[in-house]
């Protein structure tokens, strides 16, 4: 068993930031790449940002470019999405996931999170 255990998620105001930290464990992630998905009640879900972990490489979605950061600290095994400017519309479920697969971006991965909740009121 893989485990991927999401946290700092909350309740935040239009404009705020937040800070979304995912800690790997049961195996090392040195050659996985890293993503967050998020999905609104009633919505489909869909790509935010994704890492390589060797590579440093990263790729996010239109909608968060600018805004959201993902990083990751080898050490801890551990990565992070840190969203500034946070807008109503970015309220969803936010999930962390794992794959080998050198593509970032895109729905398919290996391992998933339970995922935290992020709510962005106005």
């Known amino acids: 068993q893989v485990q991927l255990v999401e946290s700092g998620g909350g309740l935040v105001q239009a404009g705020g930031s937040l800070r979304l930290s995912c800690a790997a464990s049961?195996?090392?992630?040195?050659?996985?790449?890293k993503g967050w998905l998020r999905q609104a009640p009633g919505k489909e879900r869909e790509f935010v940002a994704a890492?390589?972990?060797?590579?440093?490489?990263?790729d996010y979605a239109d909608s968060v470019k600018g805004r959201f950061t993902i990083s990751r600290d080898n050490a801890k095994n551990t990565v992070y999405l840190q969203m500034n400017s946070l807008k109503p519309e970015d309220t969803a479920v936010y999930y962390c996931?794992?794959?080998?697969?050198?593509?970032?971006?895109?729905?398919?991965?290996?391992?998933w999170g339970q995922g935290t909740q992020v709510t962005v009121s106005s």
């Open positions: 996931a794992a794959k080998r697969d050198l593509v970032l971006g895109g729905l398919a991965y290996d391992y």
């Open positions: 890492i390589s972990w060797s590579g440093g490489s990263t």
């Open positions: 049961g195996r090392t992630f040195s050659r996985y790449t």
